[in-house]
């Protein structure tokens, strides 16, 4: 089994900052891509940042230049410092980690997600 766990949301000012963590653990054999989606009250779920195996990163226009994408392979985490938070960042962040697997089948890429960690960011 794989498991992806968030933490770190809480309650910030406009203007403030936060930094998420997730982890990724079990049997796997290695991570490729890790990202964080992001879901606010009556939205859809909507993409924020990515970060590939070799450290290369894509952002969403609307956190570009305010959030960091990081991960450190050797503990298998990834974290989100996000920066002059809006009230517009509030929703819950969800982790993405796509891995490889060894399983019956073969060597294959799966992707996993996290349960969400809350961010609220008042005005």
């Known amino acids: 089994q794989v498991e992806v766990v968030e933490s770190g949301g809480g309650l910030v000012q406009a203007g403030g900052s936060l930094r998420l963590s997730c982890a990724v653990s079990?049997?796997?054999?290695?991570?490729?891509?890790m990202a964080w989606y992001r879901q606010g009250p009556g939205k859809q779920r909507e993409f924020v940042a990515d970060?590939?195996?070799?450290?290369?990163?894509t952002y969403a226009d609307s956190v570009k230049g305010r959030f960091i994408i990081s991960r450190d392979n050797a503990k298998n985490t990834v974290h989100l410092q996000m920066n002059s938070l809006k009230p517009e960042d509030t929703a819950v962040y969800y982790c993405?980690?796509?891995?490889?697997?060894?399983?019956?089948?073969?060597?294959?890429?799966?992707?996993?997600w996290g349960k969400g960690t809350q961010v609220t960011v008042s005005s």
């Open positions: 993405n980690a796509r891995v490889n697997r060894n399983t019956a089948w073969g060597m294959n890429e799966y992707s996993y």
């Open positions: 079990g049997s796997i054999v290695s991570i490729n891509g």
């Open positions: 970060i590939t195996g070799g450290g290369t990163t």
